[in-house]
């Protein structure tokens, strides 16, 4: 169905006859990955957009990796401000996703140089005072949604490569840290890092399973203890 959804300026110039200028496009990426910061950026596009939709600008999800790198250059390069920020897993652990992701909007927002006039946000509201569309798949109707989408899908599966040399064994370079059963299986193995999110079922059962673990190891060398006891006494 997403597939079959046009992205367009059509949001943007909707806004702009209504006199909007300084529009900008707000999306995240990371929110259901078990490792990591969840990551959103806000972008701010001239009004013409032509050449971004030639090259078939749409949510990042439907983009090979090659595609989004060039996509992301482009916005860079004509993007009149762009704004990238990461909430860490410890805070998305202490708030919850939900809210870390608003953070993490509300920040990229703030962040930009150029004060926006509308937002045009994937899906959710953040605390800001400038007037809000929230639009539902907006990733894969806004241009400016969707510029935001891929920069910071971009920015983030950087950031998994570099944290995947610093963490060895996850696969992180591969999956982003999704729950793939790569991923899950290396968790069982290895055990959670300090930048998996704890509170995440698979990361908290993870944790649990390794704690069980220990409980029956050392249950087991006490067993083993009174056994020797006994049979000393009995000597």
Known sequence: MLKQLVCSDAPEQALRYRGFQQIAGVDEVGRGALFGPVVAAAVILPERMDALAQAGLKDSKQLL???????DGMVRSMALSV?????????????NIYQATRLAMLAAVEGLKIAP???????????HPCRQTKLIYGDSLSLSIAAASVVAKVYRDAR??????VHPGYGLASHKGYGTPQHRR???????????????????AAAMQDREALLF????LEEEHREEENLEDSL
């Open 160 to 165: 998994m490569c570099e944290l995947d040399a």
């Open 65 to 71: 990796q090659s595609e989004r790198e060039t996509l």
């Open 217 to 220: 190891e050392h249950a087991e």
């Open 83 to 95: 704004c990238v920020v990461e909430i860490d897993a410890a805070t998305i652990d202490r708030v």
């Open 117 to 127: 006039d509308h937002l045009l946000i994937d899906a959710m509201r953040i605390d």
């Open 186 to 204: 290396a968790l069982a193995q290895l055990g959670p890092t300090e930048l998996h999110r704890k509170t995440f079922a698979p990361v908290r």
